[in-house]
């Protein structure tokens, strides 16, 4: 197993391109849903700013901004448990095993969010978004795993 370090540096690439890319999905769900894109991203931010977060539709630093920092932060630590546990895998991946591995994780946090987290910090956007958009939205998470994964693996290899 790899040191600290190492899997620091490479949750940054994955767990941001996972952030980005579930973000995305929590728009695009937003505006099929509720016509309000923002909205799930707002949400987030209710464990800091109450209930009150839940029902903000427009952009606001306050929600927006709070609620894409703690998405962006989760994800992050979500990532650093991904390269912790599947980087020695990953170099030797095949594309198949890389978004297996990412559905795995990202099951694992979707279990944890809405199974073993007190209900001031479970993400929020499933007051806004139906199940099946919260799913897309956890697969969306995934891809962006994998695609950090492979963008390192990339990495990795030109760099020998």
Partial sequence: MKSWKQPTTAALVS?????VTSTVALAACGAAEISRPLAPTN???HWFFGERATRQDRFSWRHTVVGYAT???A??????LYEKFFAERRARATPGRLVGDAV???A???FVDYQLTPRR???GYERRLSRT????????FAAGLAAGGALLNRHDASAD
């Fill in 71 to 73: 998405h962006h932060a």
């Fill in 43 to 45: 949400a987030v931010s």
């Fill in 133 to 140: 958009s919260l799913a897309l939205v956890y697969l969306a």
């Fill in 15 to 19: 767990g941001s391109l996972a952030a």
């Fill in 108 to 110: 694992v946090a979707c």
């Fill in 104 to 106: 795995a994780v990202s």
């Fill in 75 to 80: 994800s992050l630590f979500w990532a650093f």
């Fill in 121 to 123: 910090f479970v993400p």
